[in-house]
């Protein structure tokens, strides 16, 4: 059996690096509210963790779901089942869920070890990112593609490049949502500018990279296994100041074709071998589950000449590693095999709902 648990704040956990780390209200609103997630993807036999039962099961009824053995159980009843939990799957792997397991009762044996968080947080770095984009990108086609990153450990060489960048975006090495970014011009107001320096001196460093004129968010999702690293498709999605609003339910063949509308699609196939080959070299025996790698589709310079657009791919914005809302539109593909859905998070004022609408 396997005890899956939604923790969708893990990003702001790594960041925050304590394992006495306590969410935000609306964090916490929103792991409760869809605390069922994982029965999208949980097999057979499987257990998922919430807050309530009630509310996990009664969110499943009215996405009208595959029926399967799959029980909800709290932290009063997980003792019941303890004896029968052979792997520990959250939604992405950190200090503070580490602890939180370890405080309902959960075996250390089945959660990882201090270094093997300690592994995971390095790799979840943005600078991290820099580094690998710097080297797909010297595999890939030069006039197809797009995309340019730096790490400072300082503000002078950040404001420095932002005057020779100009229109750019700043981000912090961990952070989720959105939540993490801060747009600028060549010239680094002073409030974003103290926020960088709050960040630097948080986390130890500053990412900075050009704004890009983004037509398409998408993304190619992974699975990191002993034997190497598994591609699982592609993931097109929607968002809103750079958090997440909305994924595409369609096969691989309909999602490559949407996006095969802007790009050459053989270019997307050698970005995925090449891809696949690095996160195989870098992340090989230091983890081991779902990961995603966030891509854009961008707008090149207009000429004004022509009055038709050209487009390049960015291959690497985000390494994210833990499951993502992408990997979550392929499972739910595979439970319901409906084409042309939208999946999307929504807010009432009051909760969060997962509902699946017409799209594309």
């Known amino acids: 059996m396997t005890l899956h648990i939604f923790n969708p704040e893990h990003d702001m956990s790594l960041a925050q690096n304590s394992p006495n780390y306590t969410p935000s209200r609306a964090a916490l609103q929103i792991r409760n509210d869809l605390a069922f997630l994982p029965y999208i ?89 820099v ?17 340019k990153s730096y790490y400072f450990d300082n503000l002078d060489d950040l404001r420095a490049k932002a005057k020779n960048i100009g229109k750019a975006v700043v981000k912090a090495p961990w952070s989720g949502s959105g939540r993490g970014l801060r747009f600028t011009d060549e010239e680094i107001s002073t409030v974003h500018l103290n926020w960088a320096k709050n960040v630097i001196a948080q986390q130890q460093g500053i990412i900075l990279e050009p704004y890009y004129n983004k037509v398409k968010d998408f993304a190619m999702e992974f699975h990191a296994e002993k034997a190497g690293v598994k591609y699982c498709g592609l993931s097109v999605f929607l968002s809103l100041h750079g958090a ?67 487009y390049s791919i960015h291959p690497l914005v985000e390494v994210n590693l833990r499951r993502t809302m992408g990997h979550v539109a392929l499972s739910l593909y595979d439970e319901i095999q409906t084409q042309n859905k939208i999946m999307q998070i929504t807010f009432d004022g009051l909760h969060h709902m997962l509902e699946i609408n017409d799209g594309v």
Not at 77 to 88: Q, R, W
Not at 118 to 128: E, K, V, W, Y
């Open 41 to 129: 993807w949980a097999k057979q036999g499987d257990a998922i963790l919430v807050n309530d039962v009630t509310k996990a099961c009664a969110s499943v009824e009215k996405l009208r779901l595959k029926k399967k053995e799959v029980c909800f159980v709290d932290a009063d009843t997980l003792e019941s089942i303890s004896d029968k939990i052979e792997t520990v799957s959250p939604w992405g792997w950190n200090c503070t869920i580490k602890a939180q397991l370890r405080q309902v009762g959960i075996s250390q044996q089945l959660l990882p070890s201090a270094e093997q968080l300690d592994r995971i947080a390095r790799l979840s770095n943005r600078q991290f990112a």
């Open 131 to 147: 580094g690998l984009l710097s080297t797909l990108k010297a595999l890939l086609p030069m006039d197809a593609i797009v995309g």
């Open 244 to 310: 997440y609003t909305g994924s595409m339910i369609a096969d691989e063949g309909r999602k490559r074709e949407l996006l095969g509308q802007y790009i050459d699609i053989e270019v997307l196939d050698t970005i995925k071998e090449n891809l696949t080959n690095l996160l195989e070299q870098n992340i090989k025996g230091k983890y081991e589950g779902p990961l995603g790698v966030d891509m854009m589709i961008v707008e090149s310079k207009r000429s004004s000449y022509s009055a038709t657009s050209s």
